[in-house]
T-cell receptor, first 115, second 115 residues
């Protein structure tokens, strides 16, 4: 069965500093990986996704993520965070055929931005 | 283009009552997913529906929970005889097609509180 682990429940970063959120997945075949952001009281918004090809993917709002098969990781990065980036971030994995249709999410990382 | 709409946004029910959660997909989308988010947890897939059909209910509890997506009108997630453990945020997502290659667009969620 597929699973996603986000080791950090909370992360605090100063505004303007760089950010890296960790995500590890467990999946037997080629994973399809996603990062979503959830602002308070809102639904989830897709930041970026990885299906195949270039292992460094660019997303919206200046985010990027790197797929590392050898480490089963898909970490999210941003070079300089803004106060508006404070939110909950979820990593997710999906399957192509044969598995459940829904995405499997990690428990999330709560990002706090210090002024 | 309006996004995915869910109502009510907040719902309070006493133990033993029924809860009905509604989801109107984005215009042109005929695929709907329901997820549940328990406190301090990530989203868990419950059910995937197309118009008039339940396609994948592998994440749905076996008892008390049901879902439908009629030809006309919103998708409904129904929880009968609610218990305190049903308190959670319920999110629906819609997509224009089936499978991981189609982006899922999430609604703002319904927060169910069982007293």
């Amino acid at each position: 069965a597929q699973s996603v682990t986000q080791p950090d429940i909370h992360i605090t970063v100063s505004e303007g500093a760089s950010l890296e959120l960790r995500c590890n997945y467990s999946y037997g075949a080629t994973p399809y990986l996603f990062w979503y952001v959830q602002s308070p009281g809102q639904g989830l918004q897709l930041l970026l996704k990885y299906f195949s090809g270039d292992t460094l993917v660019q997303g919206i709002k200046g985010f990027e993520a790197e797929f590392k098969r050898s480490q089963s990781s898909f970490n999210l990065r941003k070079p300089s965070v803004h106060w508006s980036d404070a939110a909950e971030y979820f990593c997710a994995v999906g399957s192509s055929g044969g598995g459940a249709d829904g995405l499997t999410f990690g428990k999330g990382t709560h990002l706090i931005i210090q002024p | 283009n309006a996004g995915v709409m869910q109502n009510p946004r907040h719902l309070v029910r006493r133990r033993g009552q029924e809860a009905r959660l509604r989801c109107s997909p984005m215009k042109g989308h005929s695929h709907v997913y329901w997820y549940r988010q328990l406190p301090e947890e990530g989203l868990k897939f419950m059910v995937y529906l197309q118009k008039e059909n339940i396609i994948d209910e592998s994440g749905m509890p076996k008892e008390r929970f049901s879902a439908e997506f009629p030809k006309e009108g919103p998708s409904i997630l129904r929880i009968q005889q609610v218990v305190r453990g049903d308190s959670a945020a319920y999110f629906c997502a819609s997509s224009p097609g089936r499978g991981v290659f189609y982006e899922q667009y999430f609604g703002p969620g319904t927060r169910l509180t069982v007293t």
